[in-house]
């Protein structure tokens, strides 16, 4: 391990990230609306902080391993969620360490939970800050410092192998910077065309840019604390849910049919793309069944609601924590299977929720034929047994964290429904839940430690649980 290439890596991530506080400060002195020396302050002093631990390494590292990445990956998350609540402070939006903490925290992982209030009257600045971290953590800022750091002399393989979300089927080019640079390409992309659609169905420009940061990113924090709630338009609402379900492809996919000229036939032939697509539509049907026909919502409600949660992304245009039991243990499911690998959504992802099943029903028929041989396949390709175990691996710590996560959160005197829906919506990086933190609410009431340990849960989802877990074992520190 090259602790001293870690700690300059490190060091870069927070140059780059305090240089992007220089933004919302742009955004202050455009609308007037005050905090511009503040986060010119907050700016200066991260990306102080980062040059000194850039210059007590001795320069660039030649190489790093992947032990170097899963370090630096785990780190990066922490280390920039601490120092992204900097502004909350220093513009005293929040005179609370903690909310402050789990404000940052949240908006990097995209989570998309919430303990401020009076959005719809807070400073710009702020508001396009949440908005910002959101946008960043989404791709993941250190795949953007894999695109920069070959002009600084590093190899970014083992960094993206770490933080790519979820698993990627291939790489899109030879090298892995080029890839990252693609998948950045394709981001802007669509986020840009999401602001303009947005800003034509009717959306004011300032809120069409912070939605649109936050749709494409899967967060789900808006500019109103009614979030897109706010906005009676189904032009709006029929955009983002367009978008919330682009964002939730795989984005390798994104790439290979653009380079095919736009072809759908690229996506019909993927099969979590098709399987994705039948469990959305699965849902919305079911849900809708339960709510439309009992007249406790309307069709654009469980359409907009439904597929903000099955992707992750945490908007909402009415509580649905008031709809039925049933329907609340459909939407807590939706966010554990979560968007497709390779996108910028939470949850378990759909590609390892289709394989476990069909590794049950492997089981299953070989009860009935014991000395068959039975493969698991996804598409055409039989699927090695490591990669089942694996996957199966990743299941039980991913429960375990959520069971873990869940009963800290209630032995701080939170009620069960509450602990157990914030758990769910924190390690699914979805946002809201139900109970106390329900759509209509926020996470503002919940006791401080509950908070840490919910950031916890956000930054464990984030990682996809291994990334930290491999950080744990004794032999990953040996030389």
């Given at each position: 391990m090259h602790i001293k290439g870690v700690v300059w890596t490190l060091g870069i991530l927070i140059v780059l990230f305090g240089f992007g506080m220089l933004v919302p400060a742009l955004v202050a002195v455009y609308y007037q609306s005050g905090h511009a020396d503040e986060f010119v302050l907050a700016g200066l002093l991260v990306a102080m902080l980062g040059v000194l631990m850039m210059s007590t390494t001795g320069g660039a590292p030649k190489q790093l391993s992947h032990k170097d990445g899963f370090l630096i990956?785990?780190?990066?998350?922490?280390v920039l969620s601490l120092l992204g609540s900097v502004p909350f402070l220093t513009t005293g939006v929040t005179h609370s360490v903690v909310d402050a903490l789990f404000e940052?925290?949240?908006?990097?992982?995209?989570t998309g939970a919430t303990v401020?209030?009076?959005l719809d009257n807070m400073p710009h600045a702020i508001l396009f800050w949440r908005s910002m971290q959101e946008w960043l953590g989404g791709m993941g800022i250190i795949v953007l410092a894999?695109?920069?750091m070959p002009l600084?002399?590093?190899g970014g393989m083992q960094l993206f192998k770490a933080e790519t979300p979820g698993p990627v089927k291939d790489k899109l080019t030879a090298r892995v910077t080029e890839t990252a640079k693609v998948l950045w390409f394709i981001y802007l992309g669509i986020t840009f065309v999401t602001g303009v659609c947005l800003w034509l169905a009717g959306m004011g420009g300032f809120d069409a840019v912070n939605h649109a940061m936050t749709t494409v990113a899967i967060g789900g924090f808006s500019t109103h604390d009614a979030s897109v709630g706010y906005y009676d338009s189904l032009w709006i609402r029929g955009v983002i849910v367009l978008f919330m379900l682009l964002a939730g492809i795989n984005f390798t996919l994104h790439f290979a049919a653009l380079r095919?000229?736009?072809?759908?036939?690229?996506?019909?032939?993927d099969e979590e793309f098709r399987t994705y697509i039948k469990w959305m539509f699965s849902l919305i049907v079911l849900i809708g069944l339960m709510t439309v026909f009992t007249g406790k919502g309307s069709w654009d409600e469980v359409v907009f609601n439904t597929i903000a949660v099955a992707t992750t992304t945490g908007f909402a245009v009415s509580d649905y924590g008031l709809w039925s039991p049933g329907v609340a243990m459909l939407l807590l499911l939706a966010m554990f299977v979560g968007a497709c690998a390779g996108s910028t959504g939470g949850g378990m992802k759909v590609v390892?929720?289709?394989?476990?099943?069909?590794?049950?029903?492997?089981?299953v028929r070989r009860l009935i034929h014991p000395h068959a041989v039975i493969h698991v396949k996804f598409g055409k390709q039989s699927v090695k047994g490591g990669v089942v175990q694996a996957l199966w691996g990743f299941f039980v710590l991913y429960m375990v964290c959520f069971a873990v996560v869940a009963i800290l959160v209630a032995m701080t005197g939170v009620d069960m429904t509450t602990a157990i829906s914030a758990a769910a919506a924190s390690i699914t990086n979805t946002g809201p839940g139900f109970g106390n933190v329900g759509p209509a609410e926020n996470y503002a009431s919940l006791p401080d430690m509950s908070k840490i340990v919910l950031m916890f849960g956000m930054v464990l989802g984030r990682l996809e649980i291994f990334t930290f877990f491999v950080l744990l074992v004794p032999e990953f520190w040996r030389k």
């Open positions: 990956v785990a780190l990066a998350w922490i940052s925290t949240s908006g990097l992982t995209t401020l209030t009076g894999v695109a920069v600084l002399g590093v095919k000229g736009f072809s759908v036939t690229t996506y019909l032939r390892r929720v289709l394989l476990l099943f069909r590794q049950g029903m492997r089981e």
